[in-house]
Nanobody, 123 residues
Framework: QVQLVESGGGLVQAGDSLRLSCAAS????????MGWFRQAPGKEREFVAA????????YYVDSVKGRFTISRDNVKNTVSLQMNSLKPEDTAVYYC????????????????WGQGTQVTVSS
């Protein structure tokens, strides 16, 4: 089992950058693929990015490609999401999630979730 705690959210202006972090408990972090999801008010939870267990493979939703970067540190048990050139439509609660072995893009395929961190981008 793994517990996840996100941090780094906040209020920024359009065009600014923000870095989200997710700290994971447990000794088996490197056996989990990790993902970032987001949920805006009145909308369904949306896939943002995922990273493989080793960090060698990543995948992004088209709307964030070239602006967001997911990375992980298997020594520190953390996964990060660097968000650049933020837009008002990026406003949402951001969640990190974990699943065993293979990364996926659907929220129902992830087993463990953090509590979320709010990101608000003003125009």
């Amino acid at each position: 089992q793994v517990q996840l705690v996100e941090s780094g959210g906040g209020l920024v202006q359009a065009g600014d950058s923000l870095r989200l972090s997710c700290a994971a408990s447990g000794r088996t972090f490197s056996t989990y693929a990790m993902g970032w999801f987001r949920q805006a008010p009145g909308k369904e939870r949306e896939f943002v990015a995922a990273i493989s267990r080793s960090g060698g493979s990543t995948y992004y939703v088209d709307s964030v490609k070239g602006r967001f970067t997911i990375s992980r540190d298997n020594v520190k048990n953390t996964v990060s999401l660097q968000m650049n050139s933020l837009k008002p439509e990026d406003t949402a609660v951001y969640y990190c999630a974990a699943r065993r072995l293979i990364m996926r893009t659907h929220s129902n395929e992830y087993d463990y979730w953090g509590q979320g961190t709010q990101v608000t981008v003003s125009s």
